[in-house]
């Protein structure tokens, strides 16, 4: 495993130097983010008779951007671990944490239309179908290649991805398994802006392997799930309106119709000192009594963690499938000083579909806080503190798990994003570093 990171780090090197001798411009900047967290009923209802959770992750990345005249080459490297997972002298020891987290070329073929290729965060509007999930410390991407058009005012992205494990001579089984995983991915995205507003429309096409038998390791055809819909922004004076509306159809799996929907409004009113927000997220769910079609909405490749709570109870590897949420929220974000913000955010949850024996629909409420300080150039102190006030309802979808008990959860994040390298050979001269904010 060394020897694998000492090969990657030379190569991303002599890739540096070469460009750094034909560049344009070139842009060399980190990313380096270590976070604490406890974790007392985070993503799940705490069980009984079990020790609450305490551990460090980081994130290393190095970025680095090539520009030239039609030419483009974006290349990111990271390490992502958690403190004291290696034993520290013995070369053997290691997990597979390094890893290409982006390598992608832009190639511009005239003024309006370019192609880009590669590994890449995909991300549009509020992130909510598509986004690069930069709370998780691996982020995410997809390999794959993008035709763009990009006009006044106007957008309009073709996208696609096929997906195999490695080069083969014969079949087209895709073995990696996972409801995010897709053998195959097509896009269309559309977006029109005018000076503060816009309204974007996205389609997209997503095919997964199905695997069939008691051990799930039969090859069973392949299901495709269609999410059509629109996003749009308003602004009016100090209030901005935001908004979504999409569609899903097609198969859940081989057997099983899948139609399902989400629909969200959000108005912001802006002051000099704090902006408050009230909104709400409907996502359609499937009656646990029993039906026929699968109305499970869900967002798929989304940044996730942005929505429903910062606990994570819905919709970030769980909550597939299942009843659906009415997510009815308020929140405020306040300016504490000069370069500090506090944010207080409240969630009323509740199913969107029928429970079992006609239970409550009432989930539960969360309470999320977080405190923000810049403490210099390029470095930024978080702290977030959030608590889950379980009805006895979120048993029924958390099975097994007990309402009763404290669900908390406590994080401290430092995170540090400066501008290493930044340089003009146009100009033939360097520029200095600059701090990113």
Do not use: C
């Amino acid at each position: 495993m060394a020897h694998q990171k000492t090969t990657s780090l030379l190569f991303f090197s002599f890739l540096l130097i070469s460009i750094h001798i034909m560049a344009q411009t070139l842009d060399i900047n980190a990313d380096v983010r270590a976070r604490f967290e406890y974790r007392h009923g985070f993503n799940n209802l705490f069980p009984n008779h079990t020790e609450p959770a305490a551990f460090v992750n980081q994130r290393t990345r190095l970025n680095a951007n090539y520009k030239a005249e039609k030419l483009q080459l974006f290349v990111a490297i990271q390490d992502v671990s958690t403190w004291g997972d290696t034993r520290q002298i013995l070369a053997t020891d290691g997990n597979d944490s390094f890893a290409l987290f982006q390598a992608w070329t832009q190639l511009q073929l005239n003024k309006n239309w370019s192609t880009k290729l590669g590994r890449q965060v995909i991300s549009y509007d509020d992130q909510r179908i598509f986004g690069g999930l930069d709370w998780a410390m691996q982020g995410r991407f997809h390999d794959a290649a993008i035709i763009k058009y990009e006009g006044t005012n106007i957008l309009f992205d073709i996208g696609g991805a096929f997906s195999q494990e490695q080069p083969i001579n014969e079949g087209n089984t895709y073995t990696i398994q996972g409801f995010f995983t897709y053998k195959s991915m097509q896009y269309a995205y559309f977006r029109k802006s005018w000076t503060k507003s816009s309204v974007s429309f996205l389609f997209l096409n997503t095919g997964f392997q199905n695997f069939s038998g008691d051990t799930n390791d039969i090859v069973d055809g392949v299901s495709y799930r269609h999410t059509i819909g629109s996003y749009f922004k308003i602004p009016l004076e100090k209030l901005q309106i935001t908004g979504s509306a999409y569609y899903q159809f097609g198969e859940a799996n081989t057997t099983t119709d899948l139609a399902g929907y989400q629909i969200a409004l959000e108005t912001l009113y802006q002051t000099n000192k704090a902006i408050y927000g009230l909104g709400f997220e409907i996502l359609s769910g499937t009656d646990q009594n029993g039906d026929s079609k699968n109305k499970s909405f869900f967002p798929l490749y989304g940044t996730n963690h942005k929505f429903n709570g910062f606990m994570d109870y819905f919709y970030v590897g769980n909550h597939v499938n299942n009843v659906g949420l009415n997510d009815l929220y308020a929140k405020a974000v306040v300016t504490t000083g000069t370069k500090s913000s506090f944010l207080v955010k409240g969630h009323y949850f509740a199913a969107n579909a029928d429970l079992t024996n006609n239970a409550d629909s009432y989930l539960g409420t969360e309470i999320d806080f977080v405190y923000t300080q810049k403490l210099m150039p390029s470095v930024k102190l978080n702290l977030g503190y959030s608590h889950m006030f379980a009805s006895e309802s979120m048993s029924l979808i958390k099975v097994g798990r007990p309402h009763d008990n404290t669900n908390n959860w406590g994080w401290a994040q430092l995170l540090i994003r400066p501008t290493l390298f930044k340089t003009d050979l146009n100009k033939k001269q360097r520029t200095k570093p600059e701090s990113t904010p």
